[in-house]
């Protein structure tokens, strides 16, 4: 057997492998043995019957798929010990030549396992940002909360104003082109496209009216930026929103003492959460650098594993939207090669980092034992006011004791990260 090998990169190895014509007879003569076995042909009890004979009830693509079948493995199995190969994934197979008295030839494209050369990776230096919480920031999530608990009631003596909610059935058409099909809507008067509600406000129920819109040149939308769209509007209902007023009665809603205190737990919370989003960024920071320090290979095989997971889940997510993946591109603006290159881009980034901090853990040796898991349950029980076993009963919902372990190295190798890094 002759088989002959090329690395076209570091993830790869083809291999071109040619089974001698004795081999492929003795293969072909093998699988017409096993048809005969349970081959019906008059006059010839099952296995008797002549090869000859034979070959007028057994086709031959049958007899090739089996020999196939039959001589790929075993090949391929001598080739990879001969190259001293290790393969880290199954071979994609193409077969080049299978004719009757000729060599059998195929290549094996054999994905390698990853291969990680890790740069530097103490020493970093990176940027903090700066946590400063302003006044505006805590009025503007203040006003969150006061929007976030309005009321509204049905009015129907006065047509829309701005802040109402409007129910209405909506159809729309591009320059050109007639509206399509009524959609019922939920339309929030204040929060539109400029335009828009100026169209629509005094409409009273049952009510329509047709106008025209353009949209902004930077309108997220590519197939929307700066086009004229028609819109027919007919007003079902009008709510009237009724937003608390931000007083101490408002603050004691929210379980506070007054509305001072109120503000005092905003301004803490959102400085929780800056200085947390400003760690994350740190954390990002690093290891961009240390993957940009390094060298990582893998297989495009792992890529499409992930890619499988990623857009399995992504369904899932639509799904409980009541979208479908063509609505999703159709409103996001973005075609097919757009949605599958941004999958395979994540995929790529997430893969990449991840054996490179795996890398690191095995360089410093960081591990996460399974008393160091057993202690963060008993931290989320008493933080979650639960038992242990509805913690340990939700975590085997979301993948166990094995997801909750890898999160743990994960934030151990970014805390070890952190240590050696200069940060300012």
């Known amino acids: 057997m002759q088989v002959t090998a090329e690395q076209p990169n570091a993830s790869e190895v083809e291999l071109k492998i040619e089974v001698p014509v004795e081999t492929v007879a003795e293969t072909i003569e093998k699988v017409y043995d096993e048809f005969a076995k349970r081959t019906e042909v008059p006059g010839f009890r099952k296995g008797k019957a002549p090869r000859a004979m034979l070959e007028r009830f057994v086709s031959l693509e049958s007899v090739r798929r ?13 080739a990879i010990e001969q190259e001293k190969i290790e393969p880290y994934a199954d071979p994609d197979v193409e077969i080049v030549q299978f004719e009757t008295e000729q060599p059998f030839i195929f290549k094996a494209k054999v994905p390698l396992p990853p291969k990680i050369e890790l740069g530097e990776y103490k020493g970093i230096e990176v940027e903090r940002p700066k946590v400063n919480i302003t006044d505006e920031d805590v009025d503007a999530q203040l006003k969150y909360l006061q929007e976030s608990r309005a009321t509204s009631e049905k009015v129907e003596d006065r047509g829309i104003q701005n802040g109402d909610i409007a129910v209405a059935e909506i ?23 400029p335009g828009f509600d100026d169209e629509i406000i005094g409409l009273k129920p049952s009510e329509q009216r047709t106008f025209t819109i353009k949209y902004p040149d930077d309108f997220e939308q590519e197939e929307l930026k700066g086009k004229n769209v028609t819109f027919l509007f007919k007003l079902d209902s009008l709510r009237e929103r009724h937003v608390p007023e931000l007083n101490d009665e408002f603050a004691k809603a929210l379980n506070q003492e007054n509305l001072e205190a109120l503000k005092e737990d905003v301004r803490k919370h959102l400085t929780q959460s800056a200085e947390d989003n400003a760690d994350k960024e740190v954390e990002r920071k690093i290891v961009d650098e240390v993957v940009a320090r ?20 992504f369904q899932h997510r639509l799904e409980r939207q009541n979208l479908t993946i063509e609505q999703y591109l ?40 399974d008393a160091d898991v057993d202690a963060e349950i008993d931290r989320i029980a008493a933080e979650e006011k639960a038992t242990r076993e509805t913690v340990e009963a939700a975590l085997e919902a979301r993948g166990g004791r094995s997801m909750l372990k890898n999160s743990l190295l994960q934030k151990k190798i970014l805390d070890f990260l952190k240590s050696v890094s200069v940060i300012k």
Do not use: C, W
Not at 66 to 72: F, G, I, P
Not at 178 to 192: A, F, K, M, T
């Open 294 to 313: 390094s060298t990582v290979s893998f297989p495009d095989v792992l890529v499409e594993h992930e890619m499988g997971h990623d857009l399995h889940d």
């Open 330 to 369: 159709k409103q996001t603006g973005k075609s097919q090669d757009e949605f599958i290159a941004e999958l395979r881009q994540a995929a790529q980034d997430r893969l990449r980092n991840g054996l490179v901090l795996g890398e690191v853990s095995e360089a410093e040796k960081l591990e996460v034992s």
């Open 171 to 193: 159809a729309s058409g591009m320059e050109g082109e007639e509206p399509g099909e009524p959609r019922r809507s939920l339309i929030h008067v204040g929060q539109n496209i």
């Open 66 to 78: 089996r020999a196939v079948d039959l001589m790929v493995p075993d090949a391929y199995t001598k």
